[in-house]
């Protein structure tokens, strides 16, 4: 890890790399498979120092992270809370442990660290960090035999340090700074899902203009064509696709872009330092986006895994057990009435392996109804294990709570839902019912939290401005935060830019010229 | 060892300083310097600024929680950060910590954060009360001070070892040497020797943004002066024309109309000092808000005059913070700046706003008096 420079004053103690082949070994015994990981002993200002950058102590040069920096050091200082541990996804995987704390406590966090490695190496949404030789980001096919990726973010991210400082020796400061800050209003504009899936279709276009549009075919057998397929569907959908290409024509993009980072990259009017610094923002964006897809999963499989070989492989000797459980409470506290994702993880990961344990999945399972059946269901299979290891594989946590959360984990674990209550000028519960605890736990995770915003039309109004569209799915947008991120747009577009959304249920445009901020009702 | 988040570090104090990217200044929020007292919960104050993004107003989205309660019960607001085990630096934090602590240390944190001085105590002798407490436990006492439970357990004892104690009758008669007594030590405490004497203006011309900066900042004085000194007392005035003195939930709830004479105000500080608190034994803070509208200049110079002849030379201090309301001309800091501001002890603050208070405070107590 030379490119850290300082590895030599941050080597582990003789003590603790004992513990980490000890740990490393059962760790492997249980099943984890992680990439190689490296460990780093430092002071709470140097770990704080690394939080604050996210992890890179190589990063681009940004008072924010300073501004983070003085929150961790504030909140160390006045005994508010400490940083354990930091554990980056790379390849060999990095992580820092706080010195001076107690050898129990670094146990408890190599073991955590090896549970978030093995879910960094093994979840399909961390494919999107694999890089190539040259550092582009290339989504592999899922894991092999030997899976070994290059993701040397630490040497990318340090080279997107050393691009935004010299574009801030050529530039000065300011302009460069405040082009970030502008880019950063824009960071969470990208699309979860692109890493995965080909979303734009280089059509060769037929020199004698647009064809007639094809009808996609439902594959059927012969004599099942006219049920599967039928002709008078099949035409109206013809008419459809061909008013929709007609009333499409020059519009551009040709479909609503969710990646709207890369629009502008691609498209916007930018001065090439300008392109250079949102091409940053928007790799690194990327690149912690996976983390965000996964919050309670990767808590979840890190904490079901420490507390498994803490405890049940001897990993912690039995004059450690109390310290270890003390702390382990700790993390697992629901403050007040907060979720806490490594509680709701963990919870789950061991309320799907009792439940394959014991065979409660399946039509049988489902359509019994009979409460006393179901309670004493134990058809003895002991497929746990390897059900939450196909688990941390291939869900994040959108899917994870979709397929897994059932009325009864609900219901044990009391979740509920609540509500601004205007009366009362404050939170109160709402309810139990489970369709909308679900509901509601669901919609806060899709899109990683962030509203879905597209753009829809780069040239609205034949005016070469930019329109996006919020799809609002029955919360309303911050309207203040909503109109500054449109100075930076305006900044980024160099021309007027407006999102479509509701307000209050009502189809607002939201517009901002350059100059002055405006609100029409209506749709585009 | 120098950190390379130092330069982010100091870039970002610039900001918040408004030296750098004034463009930023705006954005700034404090967090608020507020002690609920009932949990003693404080906020600390950490400037952040945000990065606006297309997000979700928080009002009308709710959330997803865990644990007791029924629809409609209320949910505890502000749960803190987290203290364990994990990645952070990922999420957005909490902008406000709140956090389980003691006046004692959130006295200390002001005193740090603010750089203020201890105060330097005038000297006068410290009082110091005497008061008994049962805390030991004797042979001999009288009846009226016996411990039951000890007199018993040595009874039991006895008859235990002299044998005569039998599990089916158990019967204990205690004998003259059993017998135990509470006995008292006496401690001595110290008393009261400061006091507090707040003055507000409760004129119409102050609306309710101008009585919660003044609630802000006595808070904070009140937390640091009983920090400095062992046992404080405190008194409130509210005047408009005439002066009265009320109780702490008064002093911050009422609200009168009508014209201000701010020298009725001062003249019932100093019967109350005189009478109740001599100058040779306390510590005396005199502290006063208005939104400096007073009703004539005759009343002004006989303010002065109070202030020169009466208040000045037995306080420590004679504090003087002006809020801004949409009504008043804010003469009075003037007049005060101009006939007072000589007065090593007067002190004199200006607070337009709440983001003024911190910087309202330094002036108030920064000088260690």
New interface residues.
């Given amino acids: 890890m030379a490119a850290l420079g300082f590895s030599n004053e941050t080597q582990l103690p003789a003590y603790l790399r004992k513990e980490q082949d000890k740990i490393e070994a059962v760790a492997r015994q249980i099943g984890l498979d992680f990439f190689p990981t490296v460990f780093e002993i430092l002071s709470y200002?140097?770990l704080?120092?690394v939080?604050?950058?996210?992890?890179f102590?190589?990063r681009y040069?940004?008072?924010?992270?300073?501004?983070?920096?003085?929150?961790?050091a504030?909140?160390y200082e006045?005994g508010?809370?400490?940083?354990?541990?930091?554990?980056i996804n790379t390849n060999p995987a990095i992580a820092y442990l706080l010195e001076g704390n107690s050898l129990t406590d670094q146990k408890?966090?190599m073991c955590?660290v090896y549970g978030?490695v093995d879910f960094f190496k093994n979840n399909f949404c961390f494919r999107s960090t694999d890089l190539d030789t040259l550092g582009r980001v290339v989504p592999t096919e899922l894991s092999r035999e030997g899976y070994d990726p290059n993701r040397r973010w630490i040497d990318k991210l340090a080279n997107h340090g050393s691009v935004v400082r010299r574009l801030t020796a050529r530039h000065g400061v300011?302009p460069v700074?405040?082009f970030v800050?502008s880019c950063?209003?824009?960071?969470?504009?990208v699309d979860p899902h692109s890493p995965f899936i080909v979303r734009r279709r280089i059509e060769e276009e037929a020199e004698e203009g647009p064809q007639e549009p094809v009808v996609p075919r439902l594959k059927s057998k012969d004599y099942m064509e006219g049920f599967i397929n039928p002709e008078p569907y099949m035409e109206a959908e013809k008419q459809r696709l061909s008013s929709e290409q007609k009333s499409n024509k020059g519009r551009f993009p040709a479909e609503p872009e969710q990646d709207v980072l890369l629009f502008l990259i691609e498209n916007a009017p930018l001065e090439k330092w300008e392109r250079a610094v949102l091409t940053v923002i928007r790799e690194e964006a990327y690149y912690?986006l996976p983390?965000?897809q996964t919050?309670i999963m990767n808590?979840g499989w890190a904490s079901y895994n420490?507390s498994k070989l803490m405890t049940q492989h001897g990993v912690a000797d039995f004059s450690e057990i109390v310290d270890y459980a003390d702390?382990n409470a700790?993390?697992m506290?629901?403050?007040?009435?907060?979720?806490?994702p490594?509680?709701?993880g963990v919870e789950l990961y061991r309320h799907i392996e009792e439940r394959w344990n014991k065979g409660q999945f399946g039509r049988d399972w489902d359509q019994c109804d009979d409460l006393d059946e179901r309670r004493h269901w134990d058809l003895q299979l002991g497929l746990g294990t390897k059900k939450i290891f196909e688990v941390r594989s291939i869900y994040n946590d959108v899917t994870f709570l979709d397929e897994f959360l059932t009325p009864e984990f609900a219901f044990e674990?009391?979740?509920?839902?609540?509500?601004?209550?205007e009366r009362?000028g404050?939170?109160?519960?709402?309810?139990?019912e489970f369709q909308k605890?679900k509901q509601?736990?669901l919609g806060?995770l899709t899109n990683a939290g962030?509203?879905v915003?597209r753009v829809l039309d780069a040239n609205h109004g034949n005016r070469g401005e930019l329109l996006l569209r919020?799809d609002h799915q029955g919360?309303?947008?911050?309207?203040?935060?909503?109109e500054?991120?449109l100075e930076?747009l305006v900044r980024v577009w160099k021309r007027p830019v407006l999102?479509a959304t509701k307000l209050e249920e009502q189809p607002v445009l939201i517009r901002f010229d350059g100059k002055d901020h405006s609100r029409v009702e209506g749709q585009p | 060892m120098t950190?390379?988040?130092d330069?982010?570090?100091?870039?970002?104090?610039d900001?918040v300083r408004g030296r750098?990217?004034q463009?930023?200044k705006k954005y700034i929020s404090h967090g608020e310097m507020i002690g609920k007292k009932g949990k003693e919960l404080v906020s600390?104050p950490?400037?952040?600024?945000?990065?606006?993004?297309?997000?979700?107003?928080?009002?009308?989205?709710?959330?997803?929680?865990?644990?007791?309660?029924?629809?409609?019960?209320?949910?505890?607001?502000g749960?803190?950060?987290?203290?364990?085990?994990?990645?952070?630096?990922?999420?957005e934090?909490d902008h406000v910590?709140e956090?389980d602590?003691t006046l004692e240390e959130l006295a200390d944190?002001l005193g740090e954060e603010l750089s203020l001085p201890a105060i330097e105590d005038k000297g006068k002798s410290k009082i110091q009360s005497k008061k008994d407490k049962y805390t030991g436990i004797r042979r001999v006492g009288p009846e009226s001070l016996r411990h039951f439970k000890r007199t018993y357990k040595e009874a039991l004892k006895r008859s235990i070892a002299s044998g005569t104690y039998s599990p089916d009758a158990p019967l204990i008669v205690p004998q003259a040497d059993d017998k135990r007594f509470r006995s008292f030590r006496t401690d001595e405490q110290p008393v009261a020797n400061a006091v507090i004497v707040y003055m507000m203006d409760v004129s119409g011309s102050m609306g309710d943004e101008q009585k919660e900066i003044v609630r802000i900042e006595s808070f904070w004085i009140d937390t640091w002066l009983r920090r400095q000194y062992d046992g404080i007392e405190s008194r409130y005035i509210i005047h408009d024309a005439t002066a009265r003195e009320v109780d702490r939930d008064t002093f911050f709830r009422t609200r009168e109309s009508g014209g201000t004479m701010i020298s009725s105000a001062y003249q019932l500080a100093a019967d109350i000092i005189e009478k109740d608190y001599p100058a040779s034994d306390w510590n005396i803070y005199p502290f006063h808000f208005s939104d400096g509208d007073n009703w004539s200049s005759d009343d002004t110079s006989l303010c002065m005059k109070i202030l020169r002849e009466r208040l000045v030379p037995v306080a420590n201090m004679f504090a003087y913070g002006q809020v801004h309301s949409p009504y008043g001309s804010g003469q009075f800091i003037k007049d005060l700046r101009e006939q007072m501001g000589t007065e090593e002890k007067v002190v004199l603050s200006d607070i337009p706003d709440r983001e003024a208070i911190v910087r309202s405070i330094k002036d108030f107590l920064g000088k260690g008096r």
Avoid: C
């Avoid at chain 1, 950063?184 to 504009?189: A, D, F």
């Avoid at chain 1, 506290?333 to 806490?340: D, H, I, Q, R, Y």
């Avoid at chain 2, 364990?84 to 990922?90: L, R």
């Fill in positions: 200002d140097r704080n120092e939080a604050a950058y996210g992890g102590p190589t040069p940004h008072w924010r992270f300073g501004m983070e920096y003085e929150r961790l504030k909140s006045y508010l809370s400490k940083i354990y541990e930091m554990v408890l966090v955590h978030h300011e700074e405040s800050d950063l209003s824009l960071e969470n504009l912690f983390q965000m919050k808590e420490h702390n700790g993390v506290a629901t403050n007040g009435k907060s979720l806490n490594y509680k709701l674990n009391k979740l509920f839902t609540f509500e601004w209550s009362r404050g939170y109160e519960v709402a309810t139990r605890v509601k736990l806060q962030n509203p915003i919020h919360v309303d947008l911050r309207v203040d935060y909503a500054r991120v930076a999102v | 950190l390379k988040i330069r982010d570090h100091s870039r970002f104090r900001i750098i990217r463009g930023l600390i950490i400037p952040h600024i945000d990065v606006p993004r297309f997000t979700f107003g928080s009002k009308n989205q709710g959330g997803v929680g865990q644990g007791d309660g029924k629809p409609g019960d209320p949910l505890d607001q749960e803190g950060d987290q203290a364990g085990t994990g990645e952070a630096g990922q999420g934090g910590l956090v602590i944190i």
